[in-house]
């Protein structure tokens, strides 16, 4: 049987190389033709096939009551509305007429959002990938009248096409090889269905094995952030092996526990190396610079070039991120990242009631991009040639996509060019800002990417949660205002009479919106998150309430009573042959890492034990790949580390220097000491050494501080032996401070990182260190502290 596996996995290939072809758009205009079943339906998605020529029937029972009547194989697509390749498929196969006609009369045909539907899309792809072939979509596979899966690809060209040395089969070739596959041995394809079937159970069951073999303790935290490989030129995750080439995802769930694990003293290269990958997004053609906002990823190594539709997810978790590396390391970039991405989603992806749509999409005029790049004519058209010539020395001189198009991007930090032109960072933005606005409204005019007005719960949860930190963070309340309103919005149109949540709210033709579909894990996990951190924005308790109220509901329905963890489906949905309890945190989080997360958020707040309890359960139901492969589940690492440090279990990170907080108050929080005496040199003198290790992004005054106005503020050692302070017969070496000039153009000397100071003190038993000082990073300081070493 896992000969007939290979046999056809080798027939039947996924293709998705980019570039290959031009863009389709979405089937968004005019109807042509006659309305398929799908023409009822809600989701944008599935109204893009609407009017295709094959005989699409929605995901429900009646498409496999058809399958079993007529004795079909059904032919299942799925895919999103701003997915670019799932466009060119539509355009190429499900439009053409002969294609469609072959689909209609050997196969009941059945068309799926994996946005509404994201637990068919996760049966399917493991499916996919236990044949070992790469996912992606749209997705395609052929299924047995009851389901099961007996092989599938991603992305196939109408015809059979010639990639370099490697011939692609094209849809005519596969119908054509599935149909006399299925003739002449239909029994062996249900085996091959029966047989995928149980490695897809066992794929998505597989992280329950050893549970009780594994110790949660500091070490699978460290395991986890040893294993990503960091680009350290261009910043982001890649392969070390392959030079960091190919695709790059931001992956938000890895950033949120780099930069928290970069708070340590002992981790500065890696927070160097976060801050590179901050910088390099933000400054990237990822980063839309004219309207704000992030796209779905970077086709290659520099940010540079994006796969450009433009996802709710990512943009809420993107201004999480920066707000909470700002709150580590205060820069001007992070708050602008962040205030523009929240103008983008405010303009929109905002709803007239305050909800948040889904997506841009990626593609205009059959033409993916087009909306977002430029020709050097046509910026010399629109801004003047001088103004367009200094535009492009900041944003991009030459054609950096498709060898004639410019994708803005900074080829450097804006305060290096400001440097160079002998300007400030803000005279500098001040004179770009009204070249972008004509820009951005030029670009305007033109025709605009589609744009995908489905509500879905969960997206809306983590949008809540961006706006809830930034509004923290950065003292905004109008941004506090916007996460009240969404959440307002959520708990009374997606919630039913009893209190569970929808998926989504969208209207079907015809008719007004609603809520629609069960719920799933992550709208219950993801809405919490967002209510959670609506909470620490504004201390009202009925976000607590609420948020106390899902997690009870979502254990209710979802939990897996025997072994721990929760199930993505509830209880009552749809049985599908499979029923998945995800784990892998990509470039959302699982919904069992969040839950596990926001267990542990509600016991800091409530102080109410079982909550502790049931994120311990959690934590250890997933022990297996936690151990084995850590960098899967970046969320649930990170909810380890805070679980440990908030119980006590590990502060120093094994080496006796604290671990700063994420928000932290005095300036102990930030600084650590430790002393070491050495072997007295006589019977009166010894050596001592005091290492001050300060935390990334902060500094403390150096002594001298080589300035008048904050001689109070310089750092001071004081020594005491057998608790008398020692006035003479001690030597003290302070070393020399960093000049720095700060945005005010205030000069002084600073100390940062890890600093040593010396000297010989009396022979004594009881030596006691006492250092005065302040920290502080741009904008901030900290109250002051007085540090005691023995």
């Not at 990822?286 to 086709?299: A, E, K, P, Q, V």
Request: hydrophobic share 35%; proline share 6%; net charge neutral.
């Amino acid at each position: 049987m896992l000969q007939r596996v290979s046999q056809v996995a080798v027939l039947v290939v996924g293709f998705s190389t980019p570039g290959l072809i031009p863009a389709a758009p979405p089937a968004s205009g005019p109807a042509q033709g006659k309305a398929n079943r799908l023409a009822k339906e809600s989701s944008p998605y599935l109204l893009q096939h609407a009017y295709n020529p094959v005989d699409w029937y929605p995901w429900g029972p009646e498409a496999f009551e058809q399958a079993k009547k007529q004795n079909k194989l059904i032919f299942l697509s799925i895919g999103y509305s701003s997915c670019h390749w799932c466009h060119v498929m539509e355009r190429e196969s499900f439009s053409n007429p002969e294609i469609a006609q072959v689909m209609n009369d050997h196969f009941i045909c059945i068309k799926v959002d994996r946005e509404e539907r994201p637990d068919i899309d996760d049966i399917y792809m493991t499916a996919l990938q236990v044949t070992d072939q790469q996912g992606g979509w749209p997705l395609t596979m052929i299924l047995t009248p009851e389901g099961k899966p007996i092989f599938g690809g991603t992305y196939f060209p109408p015809t059979d096409k010639k990639v370099g040395d490697d011939e692609i089969p094209g849809m005519k070739s596969i119908l054509a090889r599935v149909i006399e596959l299925d003739r002449k041995e239909r029994p062996e394809l249900i085996k091959q269905a029966d047989h995928i079937a149980k490695l897809t159970i066992e794929a998505l069951d597989r992280n329950q094995l050893g549970v009780a073999l594994v110790k949660l303790d500091r070490e699978l935290v460290k395991a986890a952030v040893e294993a990503f490989e960091i680009d350290p030129e261009h910043g982001g995750l890649g392969s070390k092996a392959r030079q960091f080439r190919g695709t790059k995802f931001p992956r938000p769930p890895v950033w949120g526990l780099l930069l928290r694990e970069s708070r340590r003293p002992d981790q500065a290269e890696l927070a160097k190396l976060v801050q590179l990958t901050l910088h390099k997004m933000a400054e990237g053609g990822i980063y839309d610079h004219l309207g704000g906002g992030f796209h779905r990823y970077s086709t290659e190594r520099t940010w540079t070039v994006p796969h450009f539709e433009k996802m709710l997810y990512d943009n809420a978790q993107l201004v999480e991120l920066y707000s909470e590396a700002h709150q580590l390391w205060p820069d001007p970039l992070y708050r602008r990242t962040v205030e523009e991405t929240l103008a983008f989603i405010d303009r929109e992806l905002t709803s007239p009631a305050g909800a948040f749509y889904s997506a841009l999409d990626a593609d205009t005029n059959h033409k993916e991009g087009e909306f977002y790049f430029w020709t050097v004519h046509e910026l010399k058209k629109v801004l003047g040639s001088d103004d367009a010539a200094f535009f492009m020395s900041i944003y991009g001189e030459r054609a950096n996509f498709e060898d004639q198009f410019i994708i803005p991007r900074l080829s450097q930090p804006l305060r290096e060019t400001a440097q160079q032109l002998k300007l400030s960072e803000d005279q500098l933005l001040a004179r770009l800002a009204p070249l972008k606005n004509t820009l951005f409204e030029a670009r305007s005019k033109r025709e605009r990417p589609f744009l995908d007005t489905k509500v879905i719960c969960a997206w809306n949860g983590q949008m809540i949660a961006g706006y809830a930190k930034a509004g923290e963070v950065f003292k905004k309340p109008d941004y506090i205002q916007r996460a009240r309103r969404a959440a307002e919005f959520v708990l009374t149109k997606l919630r039913t009479k009893d209190g569970r949540l929808y998926r989504v709210y969208a209207a079907v033709p015809g008719e007004l919106p609603a809520g629609r579909g069960f719920a799933f894990l992550d709208d219950y996990t993801y809405l919490v998150h967002g209510l959670l951190n609506l909470h620490d924005a504004t201390g009202e308790k009925r976000w607590l309430e609420e948020a106390r109220q899902l997690t009870e509901i979502a254990m209710k329905y979802h939990r897996d009573g025997n072994r721990g963890g929760y199930f993505f489906t509830a209880s009552d949905a749809e049985k599908l042959f499979a029923r998945a309890r995800d784990s892998y945190d990509g470039v959302q989080p699982s919904g069992n890492s969040q839950m596990a997360r926001n267990l542990l958020r509600l016991w800091q707040k409530t102080k109410e034990e079982p909550y502790r309890e049931l994120c311990v359960k959690t934590l250890k139901a997933f022990g297996l790949p936690l151990r084995l492969q850590p960098a899967t589940m970046p969320t649930m690492v990170r909810c380890l580390d805070e679980y440990l440090e908030a119980t006590g279990d590990e502060s120093t990170n094994g080496t006796g220097k604290a671990v700063p907080p994420i928000r932290p108050k005095e300036s102990a929080d930030v600084v650590s000491a430790k002393l070491e005496l050495g072997v007295p040199r006589n019977a009166q003198t010894q050596d001592f050494t005091l290492t001050l290790t300060i935390a990334p992004g902060w500094h403390i005054y150096a002594n001298p501080v080589d300035n008048e106005a904050l001689k109070d503020s310089q750092t001071v050692v004081r020594l005491l032996a057998n608790g008398q302070l020692l006035t003479s017969d001690f030597k003290l070496v302070m070393p020399k401070g960093k000049a720095t000039t700060d945005s005010s153009g205030a000069t002084y000397a600073i100390y940062e990182g890890t600093i040593t100071i010396t000297g010989t003190v009396p022979v004594t038993k009881d030596l006691e260190v006492r250092v005065k000082l302040v920290a502080c990073r741009e904008g901030q300081c900290l109250v002051p502290s007085l540090l005691k070493v023995k």
